[in-house]
């Protein structure tokens, strides 16, 4: 078992809808939560990071942690056709020797105009 | 300000032959991490280097090795191409303020190696 997972997708809405992306985690020692975007053959983009539990919002986009249920969540308001890439949530932890990040495998989003 | 920055963009290798890729941090940053990423997975960690040293490494063989210089760049050397090397490697900087530990990471657009 994947120690971050994440459903694949495609994820296929249309302009204007809200947009929920999620994933889950078995490791508890998780705290630091990251989302990313990536463009077809580009580098992901770090869109937004928490720590522990919580809601963070910046503009339309919303992340959500709930530790105790080992579950993150990105939301998006108002999806844009440019809003169309890979979503990739990562995490590590809070530990001076592990500050790999560990990646789940990507939610491709389709934005229809 | 530049971001990360990455070279080659792309590479071309045949089984058996070794290959160097390069980063250079995003300005301020002194940490850096290399990963592999397979095409429709997400990245895997292969190594971090801080103050010229591997601090961290993840799963990946001794084939696989790395150098960071005093100007913080890296470099990523793999030896004895094997086909399933073919992927895109992306670097990603950090900074290390003594006593602020930002554990975001900024990642470069990759080169994408092909082993034929």
């Known amino acids: 078992q994947k120690e971050v997972e994440q459903d694949p997708g495609p994820l296929s809405v249309p302009e204007g809808a809200i947009v929920s992306l999620n994933c889950t985690y078995s490791?508890?020692?998780?705290?630091?939560f990251m989302w990313y975007r990536q463009y077809s053959r580009k580098g992901p983009e770090l869109l937004m990071y928490?720590?522990?539990?919580g809601n963070k919002e910046d503009g339309r986009f919303t992340a959500q942690v709930d530790k105790s249920s080992k579950y993150i969540s990105l939301f998006i308001r108002d999806s844009q056709p440019s809003d169309s890439a890979t979503y990739l949530c990562a995490m590590n932890q809070m530990d001076t020797g592990r500050r790999a990040l560990t990646f789940g495998s990507g939610t491709r989003l389709q934005v229809q105009p | 300000d530049a971001g990360v920055t990455q070279s080659p963009t792309h590479l071309i290798k045949t089984r058996g032959q070794q290959v160097t890729l390069r980063c250079s941090p995003k300005?301020?940053?002194?940490?850096v991490s290399w990963y592999q990423q397979a095409l429709g997975q997400g990245p895997q960690f292969i190594f971090q280097y801080y103050e010229e040293e591997e601090r961290q490494r993840g799963n990946f063989p001794d084939r696989f090795s790395g150098h960071q210089f005093p100007n913080y760049s890296s470099e990523l050397n793999v030896n004895a191409l094997l086909l399933g090397d073919s992927a895109l490697y992306l670097c990603?900087?950090?900074?290390?303020?003594?006593?602020?530990?930002?554990?975001?990471?900024?990642f470069g657009p990759g080169t994408r190696l092909t082993v034929t």
């Open positions: 990603a900087s950090s900074p290390e303020r003594s006593g602020v530990f930002s554990y975001e990471q900024y």
């Open positions: 928490t720590y522990s539990s």
């Open positions: 490791n508890s020692a998780f705290q630091y």
């Open positions: 300005s301020g940053h002194d940490t």
